[in-house]
């Protein structure tokens, strides 16, 4: 599976980390930038990302900013993502199964590296159960469709 990441400058640190991780579990890994701790902004690499998951070229985003905030709003604009911002791995596992998240947000200044390489395997475990969950995520699609 191919993964697109992408930081600000404040999440750089801890993107080295997880590629790091994600290349030891044989994941292939597309970075998007930053590429160092130089004031950028999050929006950037949070539609990088967005936009190589909703067209195919990766199947999973991960992004990093300094809460995850900014920059899973800036990757839920893309039409397509579910971006979730995740401070724990339980609701990235259960965002996995139920909505079908596919770009994982976490903040590097809310969460330590231990924990966000939990979260990180926590998400890519999950298995979409469809079921009861296709509708609403459906739903999602049609409100994305209304705009
Ligand atoms: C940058 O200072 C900070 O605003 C950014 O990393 C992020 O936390 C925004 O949501």
């Known amino acids: 599976m191919k993964i697109a990441i992408g930081c600000d400058h404040v999440g750089f640190a801890l993107k080295g980390r997880v590629i790091e991780h994600l290349l030891e579990k044989g ?11 130089e004031r950028t902004d999050y929006p ?24 995850g905030v900014g920059i899973s709003l800036a990757a839920n604009k893309v039409k397509g993502i579910r971006a979730v911002v995740c401070s724990e791995p339980y609701s990235a596992l259960l965002s996995r199964q139920h909505n079908d998240t596919n770009v994982l947000a976490f903040g590097a200044r809310v969460v330590g590296e231990d924990l966000a390489l939990m979260i990180v395997d926590a998400w890519l475990s999950g298995v979409y159960e469809g079921g009861r969950h296709a509708r609403r995520v459906q739903m999602l699609a049609d409100i994305e469709n209304e705009q």
């Open 27 to 37: 994941y292939e890994v597309e970075d998007f930038g930053t590429n160092s701790t």
């Open 44 to 67: 950037i690499y949070g539609k990088a990302v967005a936009k190589a998951v909703a067209g195919g070229e990766c199947e999973k985003g991960i992004v990093i900013c300094g809460t």
